[in-house]
């Protein structure tokens, strides 16, 4: 039987979004996919993937975004499909186009509130292109689904028709944490505006025998190494620069807490899953995370980790200091190890599955 063709549009790197490699890996056990994105490395994680890279001229901001989703267009109105992926708002004005001029269906997979980032909190006009390629896409939209249930009730309210939260889980671990975890932080993911990386680095001041180890890049990388490299502490703080998933869990076994820190004015980040924070328990690895809504959901019935109200430097510190030695930070430990059969990608991918499958019956 000939599977069906599904082409996946994102403007991220492949080798670098986990979530992204999850799907792909539970489509294509029933269903052909090709994967076109934004080359940003030369090395792929799966060499037998179908990928096509999209090269454009322009490598970030408006004018980047329309070439993109131009030479978007143009592929997607020449490839083989049954059904087309958008992954993100980014890629909505191709994909939509394309699937409109061409009678196809196409799946929206919306991994935030992309015009509640903080990168368009003071860009009125881009803000209001981006809500009305929105407005006109979305509704075409066979399938949508996001991140979590908070995401899914508030773009249900706002589009009027379904969407169904697809968790950012990791697959199920056998493997178990360091016995005696190194003193170390650990940020991994995007560094730009809103993720308290400030914050992080600040805290470093009053943590002396903790190292913060920083993972990814992003828009603030320069100004933030530059920053720590005045700080009296900047021995203590390293960047690790972008790993992929299997240099990430390396560095994630040796930590003592993962840091989930975020700035609540952002609505993207206030109703926030990360997928580290499942990262980090499935690790066995607590967590620091706001006390937002999803944060709060999960961590009243497992206690997987730590919750904190406001980015403030010296309330980090003093937290972490309370569970240096305490007897609960062994008992965080031990829920994430005992509680992360709960969600894995295992799961998720079944539902996943269950969704696409009712598109080709």
Known sequence: MIKKRIIISMTSDWNYDQRMQRIVSALQTEYQCKILHRPNSK??????????????????????????????????????????????????????????LRGLRFVYDSHEWFTEVPELTHKKNVKKIWSAIEKWTIPWASLCITVNESLADLFRQKWKKPF????????RSVELPSQEPDFVLLYQGALNKGRGLECAIDTMQFLEKYTLRIAGDGDLKKELETYADTLPWKSRIQFLGKLTPVELKVQTKRARFGLNLLD???????????????????????????????????ND??????????????????????YDNHSEYGVLRANCLKYRSAFT???????LLTLFRSLFT
């Open 345 to 351: 990608w295992e799961k998720e991918a079944e539902k």
């Open 43 to 100: 090395e792929r994680v799966d060499k037998n993937m179908d990928f096509k890279g999209i090269n454009c001229y322009f490598k970030k901001g408006p004018l980047f975004y329309a070439e993109f989703n131009l030479r978007l267009l143009v592929l997607l109105m020449i490839e083989k499909a049954d059904l087309f992926y958008a992954v993100d708002s980014d890629t909505l004005a191709g994909v939509g186009l394309a699937a409109k």
């Open 164 to 171: 169904h939260p697809i968790l950012n889980v990791s697959f």
């Open 264 to 298: 609540g004015s952002s609505k993207n980040y206030y109703y926030s899953l990360a997928n580290k924070f499942f990262d980090f328990w499935q690790a066995g690895i607590p967590s620091i995370n706001m006390e937002f809504p999803e944060y709060r959901r999960f």
């Open 301 to 322: 019935e497992y206690n997987v980790g730590l919750l904190i109200s406001e980015l403030n430097s010296e309330k980090l510190a003093k937290l972490i200091k309370k």
